[in-house]
């Protein structure tokens, strides 16, 4: 089974991902979005709270991800996503910005919305040589 420490160093390699959220008629919606990563594998991101994500996170907080796609290989994540407020957006905005350095100016935007998404479950998949799919579930 591919272990934590594993699935950390795949996606804290990767800047992006694409975030699926569900609107409010009960739609997919898919967003490209740049993403830092905490040990426990949660994802940080941040976005306008006029963006269609925000809104859908607000009423529905359920988020899939894909990271990576480069070698033919993923990670898909399923998880719950938390608006972050004052008690811990300075653990977040540290984080994303130990990730992003030269993005400092961006925390500063109008309307800056961070999002901490605790997954619960993910699934490693490599097409190529050797063909190989392993799942993580996290409880809790």
Known sequence: MIAKPDLYTFIRARELCVLSTISPSGNP????VNIAVTPALELIFFT????????????????????????EQTVQ?????????ESR????????????????????WPGLTFFRVRPVWLR?????????????????
């Open 29 to 32: 919606e898919a967003a490209l």
């Open 48 to 71: 306008i709270d006029t963006n269609r994500k925000c809104i859908n996170l607000r009423r529905n907080p359920r988020i899939a991800a894909v990271i990576g796609w480069e070698d």
């Open 77 to 85: 994540s399923e998880g719950v996503a938390e608006e972050v407020f």
């Open 89 to 108: 957006l300075s653990d977040c905005k540290k984080i994303y910005l130990e990730r992003f350095p030269d993005r400092g100016g961006r925390v500063a």
């Open 124 to 140: 490693y998949s490599s097409y190529g040589h050797p063909w190989k799919v392993e799942e993580l579930t996290i409880p809790g």
